[in-house]
């Protein structure tokens, strides 16, 4: 930025300024005047200025005795008035001066104050800078420590989740073979009911079957016996008749043979029959037997079930005890993060 040429002087400011000098009862010197004109103006300027007030001066005091008494009196009068009036405002700037000292004086004490309070602040400053100084010089150590132990949770937390993966690679090789387990037992419970209600209506068709057979022999046995009966009434009474006469001997003879050749077929028929029924009785004893190796089959097959279900008691608590250390796992995970939380806060405040 160009500074601005400086002004000129004019001649009324040196006239001012030496009658200032002169109301102060003080030498108009060249110095004087420019110190009075705020150290502007050129000396030489100044100077032509004075030598042409005091011609002026000179001249108008030559003047000054041809004017009338009158007129010497009046400007008697004004210098006088202007003489007070310089007085007046010399002891106005006097006065000014005076206060403008007194409070530059103020000004001075209340910055030299101010100066020693900052300097006490300072050393108070600069004795916190050196408390926080040591202060972050143990915080940097806690970090440290903080790090240390932040690596070490971390290689535990490794370690936990390595051996977190391992638990739920075993957990869902247990939950598999539960399954797997389950499924067998379920489809094993399926066959051997399908199996057991097959085996008993096989065996109830074949024991009514054997039932209805039974009563068919029986059937045929009480119409045998009934026969026999008959024909042993029948022979009896052909014997009374045979004492009576010879010929009805004779023909009691004929129908005896006759009864007895029936009789003999009617005991074959018999036999068969009875050998039927003892076979019969053989199936329904073979039966018996069969279904008290189902019934036991059965019981075999209720342990193995109660068995199973023990087994799945058993993976279902291991399971339980699983999920209980996978939470406990998962809480000092949080409780690592949560401490990793912390730490970086605390690096950050």
Do not use: P
Not at 216 to 231: G, H, I, R, Y
Request: glycine fraction near 4%; charged fraction near 25%; charge should be neutral.
């Amino acid at each position: 930025m160009k500074c601005m040429a400086r002004t000129g002087i004019s001649k009324k400011q040196v006239q001012a300024a030496k009658a200032a000098l002169k109301a102060r009862q003080q030498a108009v010197t060249i110095d004087a005047v420019r110190a009075e004109l705020g150290n502007t103006g050129s000396k030489t300027t100044i100077s032509r200025y004075l030598n042409e007030l005091d011609q002026n001066h000179q001249v108008k005091m030559d003047n000054l005795d041809a004017l009338s008494a009158e007129l010497g009196q009046l400007i008697g009068q004004v210098a006088n008035r202007l003489q007070e009036e310089a007085k007046e405002r010399i002891e106005q700037n006097e006065a000014r001066y005076q206060n403008e000292r007194e409070q530059w004086q103020t000004q001075k004490q209340e910055l030299e104050d101010a100066l020693a309070s900052a300097q006490a602040q300072s050393a108070s400053l600069i004795a916190q800078v050196n408390e926080l100084e040591s202060i972050g010089a143990s915080l940097r150590e806690e970090r440290e420590q903080l790090r240390i132990s932040l690596g070490q949770a971390t290689e535990k937390e490794s370690g936990l989740h390595q051996r977190l993966s391992e638990r739920q690679a075993h957990i869902a090789s247990l939950e598999q073979k539960h399954t797997h387990a389950r499924e067998a037992l379920e489809h094993f419970r399926a066959a051997t009911k399908t199996q057991r209600e097959q085996d008993l209506q096989r065996h109830e068709h074949q024991v009514q079957l054997v039932q209805a057979e039974l009563r068919k022999a029986q059937q045929q046995v009480a119409v045998v016996q009934e026969s026999l009966d008959k024909a042993m009434h029948n022979h009896a009474s052909l014997e009374a008749r045979l004492q009576v006469t010879h010929e009805q001997l004779s023909s009691a003879r004929q129908n005896l043979e006759k009864e007895q050749q029936h009789a003999a077929q009617l005991k074959s028929e018999l036999t068969v029959i009875q050998g039927n029924l003892k076979q019969k009785e053989v199936v329904v004893i073979a039966q018996s037997e069969k279904l008290a190796g189902y019934k036991r089959q059965v019981l075999t097959q209720q342990a193995e079930m109660e068995q199973l279900r023990h087994s799945n008691i058993q993976l279902s608590t291991a399971l339980k005890a699983k999920e209980t250390f996978v939470e406990q796992l998962l809480q000092i995970k949080s409780l690592t993060q949560l401490t990793a939380v912390q730490t970086d806060r605390d690096e950050g405040g």
